[in-house]
C-alpha cells in the first residue's frame, strides 16, 4: 500500500514525484515512457524560468537528471483503471494490480478522441487489456484499435487467441505477423452494441466482432476514473488541485489551459502538496 500514487510522465508527473520524495512520503510512480515524448519534441522552450532557450530534449534530461539523483524512477506502465477501494484506491495495469491512498492524475492531454461507444462499452466487450480479457475472446472474431507500435506484441497475442483479427494500426509500417489478421486501414468511428458490443463501424462499412480491443498509452479522464467530473475535456479542479472525489487530485495539462509546462510543474507541485495535506487527515 502505497501513500501517493501519480500518474504521468510529463513535467506535472516529475514535479508531483520530486515533492513527494523530497517530503519523505511513500509513493509509486507511473509513466508509459522514461520520461513525455510531448517535452522531448519540443524545438525550443522560452519561458522556463531560469532555463531559457532550452530544447526540449535538454528539459527531458534535466527532468530525469533531477528525479535519479533523488533516487526517483518511474514505473513503465500503463495504468487503464482508477477505482475506490475502502478508502484507498486500486490501479489496474494490465494484469497488475497497486493500491493507494490517494492518486494525482498527470494525464495530459489526449490528442485521440474517444470512439463513439467506447466508454459505454467498456468491460461489456470494450477492452484496454490484451493479457488481462484476451482468453474471453478464443476462437472469436474481434476488432483491435492500436494507436502505438510498441503493442504489436500484444495484437499478435490476441491474434493467437482469436479466430480472426480485423486490425487497425495508427502509424506507419506496421510489421503484425499473423495470417488470421485482416488490417482495415480506416479509424473505427463508432462502436456498436446496446447491452454488448456486436460491431464495429468504420463509416463506409460494419464488421461484426465479438469483442475490440484499445491498445493506446492515455486515456481520458472519465475513462480511466469512472465519476470524475470534466468539462469540455478537462478535469475540473480547485486550486489545491483537488477534484470531486475525495483523495484524487489533477495536474498539469489535462486540468486545462494554458498547455505550457511551467503552469504543469507548478500544479504538480500543488498537487503534491495538498495530496500530502489530505493524507494526513486520514
Not at 29 to 46: H, M, N, P, T
Not at 164 to 169: E, I, Q, R
Request: charged share 25%; with cysteine.
Amino acid at each position: 500500500m502505497y501513500d501517493l500514487a501519480i500518474i504521468g510522465g510529463g513535467p506535472a508527473g516529475v514535479s508531483a514525484a520530486i515533492n513527494a520524495g523530497i517530503l519523505n512520503k511513500s509513493f509509486i510512480w507511473f509513466s508509459s515512457g522514461e520520461s513525455s515524448k510531448k517535452v522531448e519534441r519540443a524545438e525550443l522552450i522560452k519561458n522556463y524560468p531560469a532555463l531559457p532557450d532550452i530544447t526540449g530534449k535538454d528539459l527531458a534530461n534535466a527532468f530525469k537528471n533531477h528525479t535519479k539523483s533523488l533516487g526517483i524512477e518511474p514505473v513503465n506502465e500503463i495504468i487503464t483503471g482508477v477505482y475506490p477501494l475502502g478508502g484507498n484506491f486500486l490501479l489496474l495495469a494490465g494484469n497488475k494490480e497497486f493500491e493507494a491512498k490517494s492518486v494525482i492524475l498527470c494525464l495530459g492531454v489526449e490528442t485521440q478522441k474517444p470512439v463513439d461507444g467506447e466508454e459505454r462499452l467498456l468491460g461489456r466487450g470494450v477492452s484496454y487489456c490484451a493479457t488481462c480479457d484476451g482468453f474471453l475472446y478464443k476462437g472469436k472474431k474481434i476488432a483491435v484499435y492500436c494507436t502505438d507500435r510498441r503493442f504489436e506484441s500484444e495484437i499478435e497475442f490476441l491474434c493467437s487467441v482469436a479466430d480472426k483479427a480485423f486490425v487497425t494500426p495508427l502509424y506507419k509500417n506496421s510489421e503484425i505477423k499473423a495470417d488470421n489478421a485482416e488490417i482495415i486501414l480506416k479509424t473505427p468511428v463508432k462502436f456498436v452494441g446496446e447491452e454488448r458490443l456486436t460491431a464495429v463501424d468504420y463509416g463506409n462499412k460494419q464488421v461484426e466482432v465479438d469483442g475490440v480491443f484499445i491498445l493506446k498509452s492515455a486515456f481520458s479522464p472519465t475513462t480511466l476514473v469512472h465519476g470524475l467530473k470534466v468539462e469540455d475535456g478537462h478535469v475540473l479542479v480547485n486550486r489545491k488541485m483537488e477534484t470531486n472525489i475525495k483523495g484524487i487530485f489533477a495536474a498539469g495539462d489535462c486540468t486545462g489551459r494554458p498547455y505550457q509546462y511551467i503552469k504543469a510543474a507548478g500544479e504538480g507541485n500543488v498537487a503534491a502538496h495538498s495530496a500530502i495535506e489530505y493524507l494526513s487527515t486520514l
